[in-house]
Nanobody
Framework: DVQLQASGGGLVQAGGSLRLSCAASRFIFDDYAIGWFHQAPGKEREGVSCISNSDGNTYYADSVKGRFTISSDNVKNTVLLQMSSLKPEDTAVYYC???????????????????WGKGTQVTVSS
């Protein structure tokens, strides 16, 4: 069974917007913190954003604060990442992820992540 199904991404010019979606199985959606990591070529994987539906907490990396917004759709069991004012340095493969260790796990490189979705490419041209 696929526990996390990621979609969205693509090619956009700098300053543009994209939305990523992560559809989760019900038990993950209810009890796990869900969010996104990204990894650019030659760089370490980095937590981007997270939302915990059980306590309402969210996390944003400093590099995306004020530009990205994470939200949950409780009907569709989906977490959405709205990315605006995109920059070329946002170019990376984005991975949906889920953890029982709350959003603090997204401040690390992913060692405490229990479920990963397939990556989706985001490319921002200058």
């Amino acid at each position: 069974d696929v526990q996390l199904q990621a979609s969205g991404g693509g090619l956009v010019q700098a300053g543009g917007s994209l939305r990523l979606s992560c559809a989760a199985s019900r038990f993950i959606f209810d009890d796990y913190a869900i969010g996104w990591f990204h990894q650019a070529p030659g760089k370490e994987r980095e937590g981007v954003s997270c939302i915990s539906n059980s306590d309402g907490n969210t996390y944003y990396a400093d590099s995306v604060k004020g530009r990205f917004t994470i939200s949950s759709d409780n009907v569709k069991n989906t977490v959405l990442l709205q990315m605006s004012s995109l920059k070329p340095e946002d170019t990376a493969v984005y991975y949906c992820a889920a953890t029982s260790f709350k959003c603090r796990a997204f401040q690390l490189v992913g060692h405490d992540i229990e479920y990963w979705g397939k990556g989706t490419q985001v490319t921002v041209s200058s």
